[in-house]
């Protein structure tokens, strides 16, 4: 599938912004940092998480729980993605039980991703509650699943793509809208 840049939705600075008022938010909503978990769902989601948890952990005085969940194994389309799909660590190194788990990813869309991810964090344990924080709600819901926390909502058609692309992956922070051609 070949994509055509159409626009800059959020570039550097906006993201940068956008993930701060997050995690005052998150402060805000959930009180105590020691009661709160950030799970990031791999990829973007675990970078954004990380970013999110060291903002609170300025804002606060104290960082939250980090860590990284892969969905894979749990994805309902595994078997169209590749004949091998690629399995990568979890790491959840705190207990979960009875903690509001804010798990975060870049983009919302259908909705299915988020579905997988909430049957995988299950498997480590029982949190108290569990938040959804994403950067981009792009709509189009498949399943019945909202953001707690959105950094931007946008509209798109089917034939537009979502692109968030992270410094520490792509070398610069930005969220770029594009067209399938």
Not at 159 to 178: F, H, I, P
Request: glycine residues 10%; contains cysteine; negative net charge.
């Amino acid at each position: 599938m070949t994509l055509r840049e159409k626009s800059t939705i959020m570039d550097g600075t906006s993201i940068d912004r956008t993930l701060e008022r997050i995690a005052h938010e998150v402060i805000e909503q959930c009180g105590s940092v020691e009661e709160i978990g950030i799970v990031g769902i791999k990829k973007g989601g675990a970078h954004l998480g990380r970013r999110i948890a060291d903002k609170i952990g300025k804002i606060a005085g104290k960082r939250p729980d980090i860590g990284a969940l892969d969905i894979t194994l749990y994805r309902d389309d595994l078997t169209r993605l590749a004949e091998q799909p690629v399995v990568h660590a979890t790491e959840i190194g705190f207990n979960i039980d009875g903690k509001t788990i804010i798990l975060v990813d870049d983009v919302l869309f259908t909705g299915r991703t988020i579905r997988c991810a909430l049957d995988a964090l299950i498997d480590f344990g029982r949190p108290g509650r569990i938040q959804l924080a994403v950067l981009i709600d792009r709509g189009h819901r498949e399943l019945p699943i909202r953001a707690d926390y959105v950094g931007k909502n946008v509209p798109t058609s089917h034939k537009e793509v979502v692109e968030v692309r992270l410094s520490e992956v792509d070398g610069k922070d930005e969220v770029v809208l594009c067209e399938k051609a």
